[in-house]
């Protein structure tokens, strides 16, 4: 379990980039159609229950999460010009719980691999999830 610590999420050099976001309302990059908040369900899985989302009301997709969560100012910019969103992808995935970036307001359509050292796409394990979760980093 220790050995997962040393995973280095420094995979993109740190830049100067405000992060103040307009977090008004996002509007949905599939149709345009306004998005208003929901939450999660609770029986969630993947360290997401009971977080804030927004959802496209007119055709239902889910657009960003609405929270600060994997936010930080090092993340790589998406096509926004704005650091990206740090989060992992599901357990049905592949690679399951691999880590990604993505726009952090559902703005664009970035998508980069956080990979390590080796090249390879970085998996969080599944023990590891809640807690990493919780301190913010994905
Ligand atoms: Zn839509
Ligand atoms: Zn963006």
């Known amino acids: ?24 309302e996002a509007i949905c990059l599939r149709c345009g159609g306004l998005c208003n908040r ?3 369900r609770h029986s969630n899985r993947n360290g ?3 977080r804030p989302y927004y ?11 609405a929270d600060e969560r994997g936010k930080h100012p090092g993340n790589p910019p998406c096509h926004c010009g704005r650091p990206s969103r740090r989060q992992i992808s599901g357990n049905a ?3 399951p719980r691999g880590v990604h970036y993505v726009c952090a307001n559902g703005g664009c359509w970035f998508y980069m691999a956080g990979k390590g050292s080796d090249h390879r796409q970085v998996q969080i394990s599944e023990g590891l999830v809640p807690m ?3 301190l913010g980093i994905i």
Request: a neutral charge; one cysteine or more; glycine letters at 2%.
């Open 48 to 50: 997401n229950a009971g």
């Open 55 to 65: 959802r496209c009301m007119s055709c239902s997709k889910f657009a960003t999460w």
């Open 93 to 95: 995935k592949h690679p």
């Open 132 to 134: 990493m979760a919780s």
């Open 1 to 24: 379990m220790i050995m997962a610590y040393t995973i280095s999420f420094n995979l993109y050099p740190d830049t100067i980039i405000p992060t103040q976001d307009t977090d008004t």
């Open 38 to 40: 929901h939450t999660t």
